[in-house]
């Protein structure tokens, strides 16, 4: 069958048991941007858009949404996260977004990592909507993790 760890020996979807592993110390970050025009990224960054300050809600909804995985995700352990932290960058023609999240436990971090990265950039674009409605989400990936049976990883 398949090595998929959320599929049993007949294909079926399980939660994998983690019973049995150890508490290791685990992170994980994960990154993405919002490409959006000149005129919105001034908005964002100088918080003058009609929502307000921008960037404030979004790391709020990124930490928010990083406790709230288990529950979005099917399959996904609930976690009690150590730390989640949401930074933002601005690049020439974007907001850049961060996401870290830690742990120690007995299963990784990645998804909360993800989902806190994925949720930041849509709160970004809920928040700046009236301003530009063609903004785009893009590269939310992975960037490292660390701690675990497989052990630490770093995105190319």
Excluded at 23 to 35: D, K, L, N, P, V
Excluded at 68 to 96: N, Q
Aim: charged share 25%; hydrophobic share 45%; glycine share 10%.
């Amino acid at each position: 069958m398949s090595k998929l760890t959320h599929l049993d020996e007949k294909g079926a979807a399980r939660m994998v048991d983690v019973g049995g592993k150890p508490e290791t110390r685990r992170s994980a970050t994960a990154g993405g941007r919002i490409r959006m025009s000149p005129a919105t990224l001034a908005a964002v960054r100088d918080g003058s858009g009609p929502k307000g300050d921008v960037l404030a809600a979004a790391r709020i909804a990124g930490i928010m949404a990083a406790k709230k995985t288990g529950e979005l995700i099917p399959l996904c352990h609930p976690l009690a996260l150590d730390s989640v932290t949401v930074d933002f960058t601005f690049e020439d023609d974007c907001v850049a977004v961060s996401a870290t999240a830690a742990l120690t436990g007995k299963t990784g971090v990645e998804m909360e990592a993800l989902t806190a990265a994925s949720l930041a950039l849509l709160t970004i674009y809920d928040m700046a909507k009236a301003l530009e409605k063609g903004m785009v989400v893009e590269q939310v990936r992975l960037l490292e993790k660390t701690g675990g049976k497989s052990g630490d990883w770093r995105a190319e």
